[in-house]
C-alpha cells in the first residue's frame, strides 16, 4: 500500500513538473508587419519653364484620413523611383512630421495648380517636430531624403500624375 502511494506521490510530481515547465509563457514579442510598397499610379515632376521632364515616380496614394495619418510610418526603406503622394481635399498651409518613420524623406508641398510652393529636404526619422508649407498645399509629396537636391528641384516646378486606383 505503502508502495502504491509513493508511486502516486511520484507521479504527481512529476506531472506538476512536466506542467511548469511546458506551460511556462515566453514573452511575447510586439511586431510592426513590414508595410510594402502598392503601385497605385504614376507621377512625373515637370521644370517650370520647359515642362520637360525631371524624373518619373511609381507612387503610392494616400487619400483618405487613415492613410493620410500614417503615410510613410513604419517602412524600412523606399525605393528611389518610389514616393506617396498625399492628396487632400482643399488646399491650406500644411505640417507634416515623422513621427514612427523609418526613413529620411524630401517632403515637397505643392498647391491646387500641382505646382511646387516649397520643401522640407531631409526630414529626419522619428523627428516629431514640425516640418509646415511655406504656403498652401492640397498636395504633398514624400521621396527619399536627398532626391530633390539631385533631381535639382525649385519652387514653381510642376508635378503631373495618373492613378490606377
Given at each position: ?21 511546458s506551460?511556462?509563457e ?6 510592426q ?32 484620413e ?5 503615410g510613410?510610418m ?5 525605393k ?14 500644411r505640417s ?8 529620411a ?10 505646382t ?6 531631409n ?32 519652387v ?10
Amino acid at each position: 500500500m505503502i508502495r502504491r502511494y509513493f508511486k502516486v506521490i511520484c507521479l504527481s510530481a512529476t506531472l506538476v513538473a512536466l506542467a511548469a515547465t511546458s506551460c511556462k509563457e515566453e514573452p511575447k514579442k510586439a511586431e510592426q508587419a513590414e508595410v510594402v510598397f502598392k503601385k497605385e499610379g504614376e507621377l512625373q515632376l515637370l521644370e517650370k519653364t520647359t515642362d520637360s521632364v525631371l524624373v518619373k515616380l511609381d507612387i503610392e496614394i494616400a487619400d483618405n484620413e487613415f492613410e493620410t495619418q500614417t503615410g510613410l510610418m513604419y517602412r524600412e526603406s523606399m525605393k528611389t523611383n518610389h514616393g506617396m503622394l498625399f492628396v487632400f481635399p482643399n488646399e491650406q498651409p500644411r505640417s507634416f512630421y515623422m513621427k514612427n518613420t523609418r526613413i529620411a524623406l524630401d517632403i515637397i508641398y505643392l498647391d491646387a495648380n500641382k505646382t511646387i510652393v516649397s520643401f522640407q529636404e531631409n526630414a529626419q526619422p522619428f523627428n516629431e517636430g514640425s516640418l509646415p508649407s511655406e504656403g498652401a498645399a492640397k498636395y504633398v509629396l514624400e521621396v527619399n531624403a536627398g532626391l530633390a537636391k539631385t533631381w535639382q528641384l525649385k519652387v514653381g516646378d510642376k508635378m503631373r500624375y495618373s492613378t490606377s486606383k
